[in-house]
């Protein structure tokens, strides 16, 4: 069964740097998605992507994230400068069609920021 | 913006027992109800879900209800066994926007054989 992939499962790194975490969605969807839930939280929704551009983004999403696809499989999120309250479970996910249809979360990036 | 407040936040029972999650959500534009499951080192996966225009839904041992005047919704699991063990997480979409989901706190279910 197809399945979304994240790499990689914990990244440990220092504030102020810069950390990249990959995605590999399902191979047939066309719609990606970022979130992430803080140790204890909720899960929270950073950013949705689609056709090479950003389709929604919330209050989270500033301008320290980023989000791309650099080719035909991989989706990435970075964060140019963490700070120690980025720390938390990054997920990716991704859906045949965006609005209702079922979205395939990977298993998610630990990060810690120290 | 949507809030989702779901109880409780842990949910022991035996096996075979029933077990019921509770969410209210506060936007009444919300028409879809997705019910996810997240088991240990693994994202959320999609059990059930449900649409404003449904009161109930089943599929084998688990069942959602909607009630919409009151704005809640509840996951029903039947006959729990230990495998049904994970946090479950539930949401709330509005009609509005890309269908984002709103998700609630989770409930970490806990199946004592």
């Known amino acids: 069964e197809p399945e979304v992939t994240q790499t990689p499962s914990h990244q440990v790194t220092q504030m102020g740097q810069e950390v990249i975490l990959r995605c590999v969605p399902i191979s047939n969807h066309l719609y990606f998605y970022w979130y992430r839930q803080i140790l204890g939280q909720k899960v929270e929704f950073l950013v949705s992507f689609y056709n090479n551009e950003i389709s929604e983004k919330s209050e989270i999403f500033d301008d320290q994230f980023s989000v791309e696809r650099p080719d035909g499989s991989n989706f990435t999120l970075k964060i140019r400068s963490t700070k120690l309250e980025d720390s938390a479970m990054y997920f990716c996910?991704?859906?045949?069609?965006?609005?209702?249809?079922?979205?395939?979360f990977g298993p998610g990036t630990r990060l810690t920021v120290t | 913006g949507e809030n989702v407040e779901q109880h409780p936040s842990t949910l022991s029972v035996q096996e075979g027992d029933s077990a019921v999650i509770k969410c209210t959500y506060s936007d009444s534009a919300s028409n879809y109800f997705p019910w996810y499951k997240q088991e240990l080192g693994k994202g959320p996966q999609l059990i059930i879900d449900i649409r404003s225009n449904v009161g109930e839904k089943k599929d084998q041992r688990i069942a959602v209800t909607l009630n919409k005047t009151a704005k809640h919704f509840s996951l029903h699991i039947t006959e729990t066994q230990p495998e049904d063990s994970a946090v479950y997480f539930c949401?709330?979409?509005?009609?509005?926007?890309?269908?984002?989901?709103?998700f609630g706190r989770g409930t970490s279910l806990i199946v004592h054989p």
């Open positions: 949401a709330a979409t509005t009609s509005g926007g890309s269908y984002i989901p709103t």
């Open positions: 996910a991704s859906s045949e069609s965006s609005g209702r249809a079922e979205q395939y």
